[in-house]
């Protein structure tokens, strides 16, 4: 059977809750202070998992307690945790701030920026068969996700790529991504636009078609989910089978709808998006369809606080 492997960061969420961001030298009393599992990563393959998809991480964590907890957290998850390796230097942590739902992130990286494009190269030759999916997003070290992405493309898998932390990518590494889902800022840091308007996303999209990527999504927000394909079919072949020329503008469009729902916090709302996007493609779901999945489950995520345990289970989405 096909599987997702996720190559990305794991870390230690200590979040706090504040009713407003505090300024330069001062000091605030929070509340509700939470220790939980997260990292892109890791919350991305959790999400699929938990969606119904058979997942391998690849990634690393330190010789700690927070390392020990979170390699257990994510096999409880049934993710394959043969290439995660520990590394010298510590987990990785993340200091939130989570304030009127939406949050304030400062990041340790410790082991996630530890391994290389070696480690990677390696794990990907052993593991990846020609129908499997890789999914990987910005938070562990640039040549190691630039391997990540570019090995994956080479042995034909359907790529996955979510530039978060936002950061600039480059015309090779575009046209190694068969799917690419950015919110907005990584919108404008990926293309130069922001897409406040439709007219925005479509000039966004168009660009990332021109280099090479087959799927994008424009995640919204609140005013929900931008898909584009170089024709509606094309999602569900493989890189090796896509019919359509890179340079085909024979796009198909959509704007899923946001669903109204009560937020109390948005971590990792992106993270189970990508994760349930990846889990519908390898469950056959068309592309819009896939959409509309990642958008309700996304929509839960934020109706519960922290990020791994906000993430819904494939029975709540039916
Ligand atoms: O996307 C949410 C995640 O970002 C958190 O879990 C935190 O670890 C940071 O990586």
């Known amino acids: 059977m096909a599987k997702l492997i996720v190559c990305g960061s794991v870390n230690m969420d200590l979040s706090i809750q504040v009713d407003r961001m505090p300024q330069a030298g001062e000091t605030l009393t ?13 919350n991305q393959a959790v999400a699929a998992s938990r969606l119904g998809a058979p997942v391998t991480f690849i990634g690393a964590v330190g010789d700690d307690a927070f390392g020990h907890e979170l390699r257990a957290t994510l096999e409880a998850d049934r993710i ?15 200091i939130i701030l989570r304030c009127n739902a939406e949050n304030r992130i400062i990041l340790n990286p410790g082991a996630n920026g530890g391994f290389g494009s070696g480690f990677v190269r390696e794990a990907l030759d052993s593991l990846a068969e020609p129908q499997d999916m890789a999914l990987t997003q910005f938070e562990c070290a640039p040549e190691a996700v630039r391997t990540f992405i570019r090995t994956g493309h080479e042995l034909g898998l359907y790529t996955m790529t979510n530039p978060a932390p936002a950061a600039p990518m480059d015309d090779e590494m ?3 991504c068969d799917l690419i889902c950015l919110n907005e800022t990584e919108c404008e840091i990926v293309c130069g636009i922001l897409p406040t308007s439709l007219a925005q996303c479509e ?14 999504v424009i995640t919204l927000g609140e005013r929900g989910a931008y898909g584009s394909a170089r024709t509606s079919d094309d999602w569900l072949l493989s890189p090796m089978e896509s019919a359509v020329g890179a340079t085909s503008l024979d796009l198909s469009t959509q704007l899923v709808e946001a669903l109204p729902v009560e937020a109390v916090d948005t971590t990792a709302a992106g993270d189970t998006f990508l994760g349930a996007l990846a889990a519908a493609r390898l469950e056959g779901l068309s592309f819009f369809d896939a959409l509309a999945f990642a958008t309700r489950a996304s929509a839960l995520t934020v109706t519960r606080l922290g990020a791994q345990v906000s993430i819904p ?6």
């Open 313 to 318: 289970y494939r029975e709540e989405l039916t």
């Open 203 to 216: 000039a966004a999209a168009a660009k990332l078609h021109e280099a090479g990527v087959r799927q994008v």
């Open 30 to 42: 929070g509340s509700g202070f939470m220790t939980t599992p997260g990292g892109k990563g890791a």
């Open 80 to 94: 394959d945790t043969c290439h995660l390796s520990q590394s010298t230097l510590s987990t990785g942590t993340a």
């Open 174 to 176: 575009l046209s190694c």
